[in-house]
T-cell receptor, first 119, second 117 residues
Framework: DVKVTQSSRYLVKRTGEKVFLECVQD?????MFWYRQDPGLGLRLIYF???????EKGDIPEGYSVSREKKERFSLILESASTNQTSMYLC??????????????????FGEGSRLTVL | AQKVTQAQTEISVVEKEDVTLDCVYE???????LFWYKQPPSGELVFLIR??????QNEISGRYSWNFQKSTSSFNFTITASQVVDSAVYFC??????????????FGKGTHLIIQP
């Protein structure tokens, strides 16, 4: 089974703190994603990565950065946490379509989520 | 821009009733994939189904069925004889090509389904 593991299920941080959310996948997937989930807004894409050291902005990248030094690990960084970043953060991974021959197009495998509260 | 609309924010039914979750999408792509995910209270999104744009056949899996109609850009999800364990938030999603060959998903806002015993 595909396993996507997020390091912390629950975090409480103070405004201005630097926050690291870690995600590890064990299926050798090329692509990794960070979403945030808020009530009434669904899932919104923050950043994604299609290869080691490669990163692309999603729909709401402001206030966030990411790091992908190894294929299996994708980190989300909040340089200076703010209260409006209180949210559920979901990490996901997927295969690259061209390598999978199209058979796995788009299916994302998700971690259990990290609920961050910024006070 | 792609868009997925789940107009039903919350649905509450009594156990054993049938329930349909609506999903309407917008895309300019001719080839795309549609998905349904389930998010139980534990939080992890669970993949339910993927349907590609060339396959309009309806699909049935146990008590679950999906109705894909390109003419109305809809991909609705029906649960027959609902059970309390079906209580969850359900997301409809649409594939989109991202940079570097990655495929991302555009999600709807989700429908919170409550099955009352």
């Amino acid at each position: 089974d595909v396993k996507v593991t997020q390091s912390s299920r629950y975090l409480v941080k103070r405004t201005g703190e630097k926050v690291f959310l870690e995600c590890v996948q064990d299926m050798d997937h090329e692509n990794m994603f960070w979403y945030r989930q808020d009530p009434g807004l669904g899932l919104r894409l923050i950043y994604f990565s299609y290869d080691v050291k490669m990163k692309e902005k999603g729909d709401i990248p402001e206030g966030y950065s990411v790091s992908r030094e190894k294929k299996e690990r994708f980190s989300l960084i909040l340089e200076s946490a703010s209260t409006n970043q209180t949210s559920m953060y979901l990490c996901a991974s997927s295969l690259t379509t061209r390598l999978a021959g199209g058979g796995n197009t788009g299916e994302l495998f998700f971690g259990e989520g990290s609920r961050l509260t910024v006070l | 821009a792609q868009k997925v609309t789940q107009a039903q924010t919350e649905i509450s039914v009594v156990e054993k009733e049938d329930v349909t979750l609506d999903c309407v999408y917008e895309t300019r792509d001719t080839t795309y994939y549609l998905f349904w995910y389930k998010q139980p209270p534990s939080g992890e999104l669970v993949f339910l189904i993927r349907r590609n744009s060339f396959d309009e056949q309806n699909e049935i899996s146990g008590r679950y069925s999906w109705n894909f109609q390109k003419s109305t850009s809809s991909f609705n999800f029906t649960i027959t004889a609902s059970q309390v364990v079906d209580s969850a938030v359900y997301f409809c999603a649409l594939s989109e090509a991202k940079g570097g060959g990655a495929d991302g998903l555009t999600f709807g806002k989700g429908t919170h389904l409550i099955i009352q015993p």
